[in-house]
């Protein structure tokens, strides 16, 4: 079992990875992955509906791997495969918290497949840190540029965020 600060370091790398792939991907390349996507949120939630949490960790961990491949860079793809043991092993920590709302996931990872479908790197990456957080129980960073209001996500053991504004001082 993984402690929380490996599911987060963990979660970090993968962040950067997926991120990535969708900042470098090649359009032409979206335009034939995108629609795994899809099909893979549907095998996900039929994994779900059906009690069967090992399936649909399998089928997740697919659907985030998917956002690297965007790139076709087989350097970034080895570096993300090496992290799939902790990747299966964070999701199978989180399994209350996923099927206690399964909607929830589905749900985010509808948002992710749109942002990465339309190259959409910046959305992509924020979608993605909140979706971590919340299917894991995680803190999302405060992410403030001068002269903006930071945003400060709070999630607590159960994954319920409250959000809360922080103004910023020049």
């Keep these: 079992e993984l402690s929380e600060s490996e599911v987060r370091e963990a979660a970090d790398v993968r962040h950067a990875l997926e991120s990535a792939g969708v ?4 359009p032409q ?6 629609p795994r996507l899809a099909d893979s949120i549907e095998e996900q939630a039929r994994a779900l509906a059906a009690g069967d949490f090992p399936a649909f960790a399998t089928v997740a961990a697919g659907f985030h791997r998917t956002f690297v491949e965007l790139t076709a ?3 970034m793809l080895e570096i993300y495969d090496r992290l799939s043991d902790r990747q299966q092993l964070s999701i199978v920590r989180s399994a209350q918290r996923i099927s206690a709302d399964p909607e929830q996931v589905l749900a985010e990872h509808r948002v992710l ?3 990465a479908g339309r190259g959409d790197w910046g959305a992509f ?3 993605l840190e909140q979706h971590q957080a919340r299917s894991h129980g995680l803190r999302v960073r ?7 209001r930071a945003k400060v996500v709070a999630i607590s053991s159960s994954g319920v965020g409250a959000d809360c ?6």
């Excluded at 405060?142 to 903006?148: F, L, R, S, T």
């Excluded at 504004?165 to 020049?170: E, F, K, R």
């Design 23 to 26: 900042h470098r991907s090649d």
């Design 29 to 34: 390349l979206r335009e034939l992955l995108i």
């Design 73 to 75: 860079n087989r350097v």
């Design 113 to 115: 497949a749109e942002a």
């Design 125 to 127: 990456g924020e979608h």
């Design 142 to 148: 405060i992410d403030a540029e001068v002269g903006h």
């Design 165 to 170: 504004g922080l103004g910023s001082s020049q």
